[in-house]
């Protein structure tokens, strides 16, 4: 019996068979560094811009000026575009400007957000990074929303061109350091201050959301978040930490409309959130195009023992498993929008770890969309979260201080060489990130 592909090579010739173009053959593996494609992976860093308050309010910690980035800026961003990389995690230090109501200080923004523009780079801009401008006090202000709104739509104003947003970085964090565990800015310790921090916080990003979209009708929004997790290594198991677990959902519940679990609605409850408070957070979700962000320190996934020391827990979860989490409760598409270790020789192992947990999460079909290592440099005191101005540099950064290289660079754009051009979903080159304005759903 003759082969069929004795059939075609005498037909069509050796080299008659058209490939891929066509939609046969094998394809295309995605390798290659990032080329800026609306249906391709995004991957990213950020510029660590942290601006908390410490010492009852009398020591500013501005990590964009101790990390030198007020002077390296140009250099900075030229950095990111030779390491190959098309989107940037970039914080405006909202505390520098938004001066008063309905004054701000635009120059150093004005000059960063050019050169980003020049240098083809996507900003996912940050407005508020765990600080407030002084004349705003802290987040126990009931006006903090409507001052905060004002501001994001001033700056969607004057930066048209950008569409990625992450309004409030990290917002049960902001709350729980700011109002739980006392160490910035109110520096307080209750229930009470923590719930109405959050609620605020949440409010702000919402009403700063809507008013984006305004302007920016396809406007996406990148809520990262703490994926955090406390193992308890106890035989009987308590329910304040049980309690302590879920809280780490209460923003994004809030967020996005989603239903807290009944503790959690009663610690809410019994900590000064009002019917009507929940039930406008209850009304809908915020406008836009929504993504989840997670980020995963293995530090910040600890192990509590039976004397009451706590441990470090690192992958015992992981971000594969705590970010599956936050999927199946939210249903949106994720982000691992942070991640590093303060050991430069062990960072290139943690950023493929990191990479691994994101492969495994999409081929089990959850619909990862970007990857950022935070960040560009080395940071200050992040090992003490900021708690103390002691100087310590933390060795995390794809490059250092002095703007060297540190190992985990070349391992960065080693992994972009390799997959900077995946889909943003697994055979996914029907999907693209289109310009169309972002509607809301609902579930069918």
Known sequence: MTSFLKAIKKKLGENGYAGDQHGGASGSSGSGLPDGSAGNFMFATGIECSYPLI??????????????????????????????LVFLRYGLPYY????????????????????????KLTPILDLMHFGLPDWLGDFQNPELPVHFARYAEAVAKRYPWVRYYTPVNEIYVTAKMSAMDGLWNEQLKSGRAFVTAIKHLVAA?????????????????????????????KATQSKEIRLHNKQRFISLDLLYAYPPDADVFTFLMDNGLTREEYDWFMAGEPPGYQIT?????????KILKPDGSI??????????????????????????????????????????????????????????????WYSLTDQIDWDIALAEKRGQVNECGLYDLNRKPRPVAAAYRSLLEEFGQITVVPHGEVFEVTERKASLKTEV
């Open 55 to 84: 010492d009852q309010g009398a020591t500013r910690r501005d990590q964009l000026e101790e990390c030198g980035h007020y002077t390296h800026w140009r250099e900075d961003l030229q950095l990111v575009k030779d390491l190959g």
């Open 96 to 119: 520098r400007i938004h001066q008063a109501p309905g004054k701000y200080d635009w120059h150093f923004a004005d000059e960063a957000m050019n050169e980003m523009r020049r240098l």
């Open 205 to 233: 990003s919402i009403l700063a959301t809507q008013r984006i979209a305004k302007h920016r009708p396809d406007v996406v929004i990148i809520q990262a978040e703490s994926a955090e997790y406390l193992h308890e290594g």
């Open 293 to 301: 962000g997670n980020d995963y320190y293995g530090r910040n996934e």
């Open 311 to 372: 441990c470090t827990a690192q992958d015992v979860m992981g971000w594969y498993q705590i970010t599956r989490e936050y999927y199946h409760r939210y249903k949106k598409p994720v982000m691992h929008t942070e991640t590093n270790t303060f050991d430069a020789e062990e960072n290139p192992t943690w950023l493929w770890k990191q990479w691994i947990n994101i492969m495994r999460l999409r081929a089990d079909g959850v619909p990862v969309v970007g990857f950022t």
